[in-house]
């Protein structure tokens, strides 16, 4: 009597073919048993929790910009104001206090250089791995794959080394060029160029074509959604990034918004409505990326169950 | 390039196009920024592991064998590595076992086309995306012990207020609960897709023999699921096994080192008591512990490519 034995028949009767009629009612409204919650309580009860966990998840970011504009009369009191003040002018306040310009100036200009040059080593790579024969490449593949298993956290301490023997402490450089190969972006353009027929590059060798230009002028604008994905990726990463900057810098002109918001914290770390304030403006560029690009990022999330995260 | 302007001839050697030695010169990029600042580094902290390391003159550098391992075992250190083992295994478990389960469930109550339901999940989703210093501040602020949203939570429960993160008893939860807060966006989208690959017909083959949704989840839905939820656990092992920021931002190990789990000991031992030996001692552990949870991953992988 077990439900799995009768689930069993029931699907073995569905792979015969026997039983795919009598499963929907006539209406085409769904079958339902007695038991079965999925019925009208269900339909006002799911809606219900799916709206309350939106709201849970969404209670930190709305709390952040509440006290971003909340006065600080507002702030430290016990139990909390859940309606601020409306003071815009904590966001005068913390931007004045840190050169933030410098900061974005920074992330930009190292998140662009380190998308610049993962999307053209993972250009090259991914296509030769993909399309090209060559002696030693099931090797270096593997290295090239065994390079996502190391954390990190592992990397700190011989890249410091490194860092101060090339003279790259404390410069764009050691923010930019150790990230500008990607385990996944490699790993993403070679899966799609495998699944690109043959016949294409068979008739592009036909006419003559050397690697260079099949790869540009044929491989790669097909790629181009894959493309999005690992720019993206990427983007966000070098964006988000902290541990990695934060030693490998100390001055200002050259250090990232995460790692200026880091400093922020340190000095400014009572004053919570210049705080939230300074959080919301560095956090809602990012916000409102992931706003316009949702479906991207969401496809990158299935991109990274075929390789690697991150 | 050649090849172009000959045109026939090489089109009459074949293959030559895909089979040169270009593929070398294409591959040379990638390849040289992980050997210098990946595989190289990687070799690198074996040896400084082996070395009592001087930060500051490495002529006085001094290769002491595996003393800074027999240190890791003695327990002569403050924290015992014991305690940190201990203190990432306390994190890394809630990660895997809370993130896998909540995230499961939110993706069965979400998937589901329709508006609210893809608005809850994008809010789901939202969290993740944001950067791990910026939301750290936020729950820190959430975590205040007098004007803090927590302790007004607890107040609805009659629950005295609470220094979240200054007691020994709270902090690891409070990190918990950020960490969850901001990574199970991440593992309920890879839910959402595995459960668009497994057949509906069967759940309603099982609705029709009566089950409840239960017994329809448990029996028909998770069995189908079971390498997604693998990968899952494989992949927040790994995650959170490597945590640091948030450690950082909102409790800096402590209190005392209460939260200080083994990223974030490597960068304290590193960086801030300038155990360099004994820190990169520490990284050969946290990377021999990565790479058999990445090989259960790749294993894992090839299954769920089978699979879905």
Same mark, same amino acid.
């Given at each position: 009597?077990?439900?799995?034995?009768?689930?069993?028949?029931?699907?073995?009767?569905?792979?015969?073919?026997?039983?795919?009629?009598?499963?929907?009612?006539?209406?085409?409204?769904?079958?339902?048993?007695?038991?079965?919650?999925?019925?009208?309580?269900?339909?006002?009860?799911?809606?219900?929790?799916?709206?309350?966990?939106?709201?849970?998840?969404?209670?930190?970011?709305?709390?952040?910009?509440?006290?971003?504009?909340?006065?600080?009369?507002?702030?430290?009191?016990?139990?909390?104001?859940?309606?601020?003040?409306?003071?815009?002018?904590?966001?005068?306040?913390?931007?004045?206090?840190?050169?933030?310009?410098?900061?974005?100036?920074?992330?930009?200009?190292?998140?662009?250089?380190?998308?610049?040059?993962?999307?053209?080593?993972?250009?090259?790579?991914?296509?030769?791995?993909?399309?090209?024969?060559?002696?030693?490449?099931?090797?270096?593949?593997?290295?090239?794959?065994?390079?996502?298993?190391?954390?990190?956290?592992?990397?700190?301490?011989?890249?410091?080394?490194?860092?101060?023997?090339?003279?790259?402490?404390?410069?764009?450089?050691?923010?930019?060029?150790?990230?500008?190969?990607?385990?996944?972006?490699?790993?993403?353009?070679?899966?799609?160029?495998?699944?690109?027929?043959?016949?294409?590059?068979?008739?592009?060798?036909?006419?003559?074509?050397?690697?260079?230009?099949?790869?540009?002028?044929?491989?790669?604008?097909?790629?181009?959604?894959?493309?999005?994905?690992?720019?993206?990726?990427?983007?966000?990463?070098?964006?988000?990034?902290?541990?990695?900057?934060?030693?490998?810098?100390?001055?200002?002109?050259?250090?990232?918004?995460?790692?200026?918001?880091?400093?922020?914290?340190?000095?400014?770390?009572?004053?919570?409505?210049?705080?939230?304030?300074?959080?919301?403006?560095?956090?809602?560029?990012?916000?409102?990326?992931?706003?316009?690009?949702?479906?991207?990022?969401?496809?990158?999330?299935?991109?990274?169950?075929?390789?690697?995260?991150? | 390039?050649?090849?172009?302007?000959?045109?026939?001839?090489?089109?009459?050697?074949?293959?030559?196009?895909?089979?040169?030695?270009?593929?070398?010169?294409?591959?040379?990029?990638? /390849?040289?920024?992980? +050997?210098?600042?990946? *595989? =190289?580094? !990687?070799?690198?902290? &074996?040896?400084?592991?082996?070395?009592?390391?001087?930060?500051?003159?490495?002529?006085?550098?001094?290769?002491?064998?595996?003393?800074?391992?027999?240190?890791?075992?003695?327990?002569?250190?403050?924290?015992?590595?014991?305690?940190?083992?201990?203190?990432?295994?306390?994190?890394?478990?809630?990660?895997?076992?809370?993130?896998?389960?909540?995230?499961?469930?939110?993706?069965?109550?979400?998937?589901?086309?329709?508006?609210?339901?893809?608005?809850?999940?994008?809010?789901?989703?939202?969290?993740?995306?944001?950067?791990?210093?910026?939301?750290?501040?936020?729950?820190?602020?959430?975590?205040?012990?007098?004007?803090?949203?927590?302790?007004?939570?607890?107040?609805?429960?009659?629950?005295?207020?609470?220094?979240?993160?200054?007691?020994?008893?709270?902090?690891?939860?409070?990190? /918990?609960?950020?960490? +969850?807060?901001?990574? *199970? =966006?991440? !593992?309920?989208?890879? &839910?959402?897709?595995?459960?668009?690959?497994?057949?509906?017909?069967?759940?309603?083959?099982?609705?029709?023999?009566?089950?409840?949704?239960?017994?329809?989840?448990?029996?028909?839905?998770?069995?189908?699921?079971?390498?997604?939820?693998?990968?899952?656990?494989?992949?927040?092992?790994?995650?959170?096994?490597?945590?640091?920021?948030?450690?950082?931002?909102?409790?800096?190990?402590?209190?005392?080192?209460?939260?200080?789990?083994?990223?974030?000991?490597?960068?304290?031992?590193?960086?801030?008591?300038?155990?360099?030996?004994?820190?990169?001692?520490?990284?050969?552990?946290?990377?021999?512990?990565?790479?058999?949870?990445?090989?259960?991953?790749?294993?894992?992988?090839?299954?769920?490519?089978?699979?879905?």
């Amino acid at each position: 009597m077990s439900p799995t034995t009768g689930t069993q028949t029931n699907a073995q009767a569905i792979r015969s073919g026997r039983l795919t009629r009598p499963l929907r009612i006539a209406g085409g409204r769904t079958w339902r048993t007695p038991g079965n919650p999925h019925g009208r309580v269900g339909r006002l009860l799911q809606p219900a929790a799916a709206v309350a966990v939106g709201l849970l998840f969404l209670i930190p970011i709305l709390w952040m910009l509440i006290t971003s504009v909340a006065s600080d009369a507002d702030v430290f009191t016990f139990p909390p104001k859940l309606w601020p003040a409306w003071d815009f002018s904590n966001y005068a306040k913390a931007w004045g206090k840190s050169p933030w310009l410098t900061y974005f100036g920074n992330t930009v200009l190292i998140a662009g250089s380190v998308v610049l040059l993962v999307l053209i080593t993972s250009l090259l790579a991914g296509f030769a791995f993909a399309l090209m024969r060559f002696r030693g490449k099931g090797v270096l593949f593997l290295l090239v794959m065994s390079a996502m298993m190391v954390p990190q956290t592992v990397l700190l301490i011989p890249n410091f080394i490194i860092a101060q023997k090339l003279g790259w402490y404390d410069t764009y450089l050691i923010q930019i060029v150790p990230w500008g190969a990607s385990v996944f972006g490699i790993f993403l353009l070679r899966q799609f160029f495998l699944t690109l027929p043959k016949e294409l590059f068979e008739a592009a060798e036909m006419d003559g074509a050397g690697p260079f230009r099949m790869l540009f002028s044929v491989a790669a604008p097909l790629a181009a959604p894959s493309l999005v994905l690992v720019a993206l990726n990427s983007f966000m990463g070098s964006w988000n990034a902290f541990v990695w900057p934060y030693i490998m810098t100390k001055s200002d002109a050259v250090r990232p918004i995460e790692v200026g918001l880091q400093a922020f914290y340190g000095t400014e770390g009572t004053d919570w409505t210049g705080l939230c304030a300074a959080v919301s403006f560095t956090t809602l560029p990012i916000i409102a990326l992931f706003l316009f690009l949702q479906k991207y990022f969401v496809t990158g999330v299935y991109g990274t169950q075929g390789s690697v995260r991150g | 390039m050649k090849s172009i302007v000959q045109g026939r001839p090489a089109a009459s050697r074949g293959r030559s196009g895909l089979r040169s030695p270009v593929a070398y010169l294409l591959i040379l990029p990638a /390849i040289l920024i992980f +050997l210098v600042f990946t *595989i =190289g580094p !990687t070799v690198f902290t &074996f040896i400084v592991s082996t070395f009592k390391w001087n930060w500051l003159n490495p002529d006085q550098n001094k290769f002491v064998g595996v003393a800074n391992y027999q240190m890791l075992v003695d327990g002569s250190q403050d924290p015992p590595f014991a305690a940190t083992l201990l203190t990432s295994g306390y994190f890394v478990v809630a990660m895997v076992v809370g993130g896998t389960a909540i995230s499961l469930a939110l993706a069965m109550l979400l998937r589901k086309a329709g508006r609210i339901n893809v608005a809850a999940r994008t809010a789901v989703f939202l969290a993740h995306v944001t950067p791990l210093v910026a939301t750290s501040i936020v729950w820190v602020w959430i975590f205040n012990p007098r004007f803090g949203l927590a302790n007004l939570v607890m107040s609805w429960f009659g629950i005295p207020n609470i220094d979240w993160l200054g007691n020994s008893r709270f902090a690891m939860p409070a990190v /918990i609960i950020y960490s +969850l807060w901001h990574e *199970i =966006g991440f !593992t309920t989208v890879i &839910f959402l897709g595995g459960l668009t690959t497994i057949s509906t017909e069967l759940a309603e083959a099982a609705r029709l023999d009566g089950c409840n949704a239960w017994q329809e989840f448990w029996n028909v839905t998770f069995p189908q699921l079971r390498p997604v939820v693998i990968f899952v656990i494989v992949v927040s092992s790994v995650a959170s096994l490597q945590a640091f920021t948030q450690f950082f931002m909102m409790t800096g190990g402590g209190p005392g080192f209460d939260t200080a789990t083994l990223g974030f000991q490597l960068y304290q031992q590193a960086f801030v008591f300038r155990k360099t030996g004994y820190a990169a001692a520490l990284a050969v552990v946290l990377f021999g512990i990565t790479v058999a949870l990445s090989i259960l991953q790749l294993r894992t992988t090839r299954s769920l490519g089978r699979n879905a």
